[in-house]
């Protein structure tokens, strides 16, 4: 069993949702958090709904865009499972995080979590989800995308340094999680909250509303 600091935020969030979800092997939290985390979302609206783990590798193609690549992983992991679903209303999501048309995945190591931390220092990056909303039996399927700017604080070598050492920077894109001690180097956010966390909410409700006729105030069942 992994040894974990009672006083990391981020570990406390993971052990939060492990409880919460009864996840009982620690070694899969930080595999399991955005997803523990999208369900959470979900879990604040009426909708019925399950989780589905998709197969599909998280890859750049060339000459892909931020915006094209999440709308396009976000369909491909929608359709791995609406094709084996194809009554259900499936829904996926891709979430990245891009500053200067790079795509920063989760660091491998400290080293490279202090050199992304130090490029986001003081400037504003965004944060893009691509969502994807499939049921094959109707023939519907329908993918979007949300972005959303953080601008980060001129971070001192103590502050990138203290954040560092919460080790809450090595499971997580770009090197941080808005919901922890990632929280504290952020000056400014524009737009959807819930998309920085890995689900925009009311876009989806927007969707869900418009092309499926599910409102999210009231009871129904979706699959996630």
Same mark, same amino acid.
């Given at each position: 069993?992994? *040894?974990?600091?009672?006083?990391?935020?981020?570990?406390?969030?993971?052990?939060r949702?492990?409880?919460?979800y009864?996840?009982?092997?620690?070694?899969?939290?930080?595999?399991?958090?955005?997803?523990?985390?999208?369900?959470?979302?979900?879990e604040?609206?009426?909708?019925?709904?399950k989780?589905?783990?998709?197969?599909?590798?998280?890859?750049?193609?060339?000459?892909?865009?931020?915006?094209?690549?999440? &709308?396009?992983?976000?369909?491909?992991?929608g359709?791995?499972?609406?094709?084996?679903?194809?009554?259900?209303? +499936?829904?996926?999501?891709?979430?990245?995080? +891009?500053?200067?048309n790079?795509? !920063?995945?989760?660091?491998?190591?400290?080293?490279?979590?202090?050199? &992304?931390?130090? *490029?986001?220092?003081?400037?504003?990056?965004? +944060?893009?989800?691509?969502?994807?909303?499939?049921? !094959?039996?109707n023939?519907?399927?329908?993918?979007?995308?949300?972005?959303?700017?953080?601008?980060?604080?001129?971070?001192?070598?103590?502050?990138?340094?203290?954040?560092i050492?919460?080790?809450?920077?090595?499971?997580?894109?770009?090197?941080?999680?808005?919901?922890?001690?990632?929280?504290?180097?952020?000056?400014?956010?524009?737009?959807?909250?819930?998309?920085?966390?890995?689900?925009?909410?009311?876009?989806?409700?927007? !969707?869900?509303?418009?092309?499926f006729?599910?409102?999210?105030?009231?009871?129904?069942d979706v699959?996630?």
């Amino acid at each position: 069993m992994k *040894s974990i600091k009672i006083n990391d935020l981020a570990y406390k969030e993971a052990l939060r949702l492990a409880e919460k979800y009864n996840i009982i092997d620690l070694d899969k939290i930080s595999q399991s958090i955005e997803e523990m985390q999208r369900k959470e979302i979900l879990e604040n609206t009426n909708v019925k709904f399950k989780i589905m783990a998709s197969s599909i590798e998280e890859l750049r193609l060339e000459g892909e865009s931020p915006c094209q690549m999440v &709308m396009r992983l976000a369909f491909e992991k929608g359709i791995d499972i609406a094709s084996r679903q194809k009554s259900d209303l +499936v829904i996926s999501a891709d979430t990245i995080v +891009v500053l200067d048309n790079t795509v !920063l995945g989760k660091p491998k190591d400290e080293i490279e979590a202090r050199k &992304m931390i130090t *490029s986001l220092s003081g400037r504003t990056h965004q +944060v893009i989800t691509g969502i994807s909303l499939i049921n !094959l039996d109707n023939n519907k399927k329908i993918i979007d995308y949300v972005i959303s700017n953080v601008k980060f604080k001129n971070l001192s070598e103590e502050d990138i340094n203290d954040y560092i050492r919460t080790k809450e920077s090595l499971d997580k894109a770009g090197a941080y999680g808005i919901q922890g001690y990632g929280a504290l180097l952020v000056e400014e956010i524009q737009g959807d909250y819930f998309n920085i966390v890995g689900l925009p909410i009311s876009r989806l409700s927007d !969707l869900l509303k418009k092309y499926f006729n599910i409102n999210l105030f009231m009871e129904g069942d979706v699959s996630e």
